[in-house]
């Protein structure tokens, strides 16, 4: 993956922590426009108040801490994050939220993101065409696309980033980043304050935080950076991801989940890292969930995620 591969946001932001454990806390009353999209909700403005606590965020807390600590202790996982957000004003709980993991096929979100921006002054952009060549180098992903290119083909920048997000097909991102200039790129690091410094000096390790990732997210569903048909269009490409190994396993399938997942394998050490974030559609009680996770099998993994899904989910259906 090239430099785009250091992708990550710094102070999810700039929204308050919330401490779980006290009766009342300092947050942001979000005051919110009203309109006829299906997945964002754009943010007008957010005044300070203080309100009273959600006391079941501590017991579902403890719960996946304990489930955490099964997984380890059996080597169902080494190592996992996770990060949880009440999209209703609400708090938001994090495990090892801090530790840093390689992002993978999460940075084509941000690749999304970037083209995105540049279509609100040249809406046409997305009917460009552009041709996979042979001069690429080969790419290899664990988890198979179900669509890729074809040397030689053609395809409308608009197809690339369906491709890209909806089957994480690596040609795709290759092919967009090739087309992309990289100053416009960290432009947008600028615009959303991020700090790509650790990515630049090593693309392929540990940059990018759970919270981190979350954050973009959050600028899509606020509508925050991108206009807001825009931010639409990015979350609704989202949610046709057609993994369902992960978050999607874990809920009910009725319900619409906009979300991306990435996986990287260590040759050198044999450990594999597998990550699933995105925002679920619960019916008047969306909420953003991204866990991230490091083992030695993608399958166990993957149970993992599922698990930890099916947990926040089930205690907020109830």
């Known amino acids: 993956m ?106 084509k979100v941000p690749i999304m993101i970037t083209y995105l921006k540049l279509v609100e002054k040249d809406p046409n952009l997305l009917k460009q065409l552009l041709t996979y060549p042979s001069s690429l180098p080969p790419t290899r992903q664990s988890i198979t696309p179900l669509q890729t290119l074809e040397i030689g083909n053609t395809y409308t920048i608009e197809d690339l980033i369906n491709k890209m997000i909806i089957y994480s097909d690596n040609k795709a991102y290759d092919l967009l980043n090739s087309h992309l200039d990289s100053k416009l790129v960290i432009k947008t690091y600028d615009d959303l304050g991020v700090d790509i410094s650790k990515g630049l000096t090593d693309p392929s390790g540990n940059i990018l935080s759970v919270r981190d990732y979350a954050s973009f997210f959050r600028l899509l569903y606020n509508s925050s950076y991108l206009s807001k048909d825009l931010s639409e269009k990015a979350l609704e490409i989202l949610s046709q991801v057609n993994y369902r190994d992960g978050l999607v396993a874990g809920i009910d399938p009725k319900i619409t989940v906009a979300h991306k997942f990435g996986e990287r394998v260590y040759e050198s050490t044999g450990e594999k890292q597998l990550h699933d974030c995105g925002i679920v559609y619960l019916p008047g009680k969306p909420y953003l969930i991204c866990v991230m996770t490091r083992g030695q099998d993608f399958a166990k993994l993957s149970t993992f995620i599922q698990e930890i899904s099916r947990l926040v989910f089930t205690h907020l259906k109830s």
């Open 2 to 107: 090239r430099i785009i591969i250091a992708f990550l946001v710094g102070s999810a932001t700039s929204f308050l922590l919330f401490n779980y454990r006290s009766r009342q806390a300092n947050q942001f009353i979000e005051t919110r426009q009203q309109g006829n999209y299906q997945l964002i909700n754009p943010l007008l403005e957010c005044d300070s108040a203080n309100f009273a606590q959600d006391p079941n965020l501590f017991s579902i807390k403890e719960k996946l801490i304990a489930y955490l600590n099964q997984a380890k202790s059996n080597s169902q996982i080494t190592f996992a994050s996770i990060y949880y957000r009440d999209l209703n004003n609400g708090p938001w709980i994090g495990i090892n939220e801090k530790e840093l993991f390689s992002p993978a096929s999460l940075v």
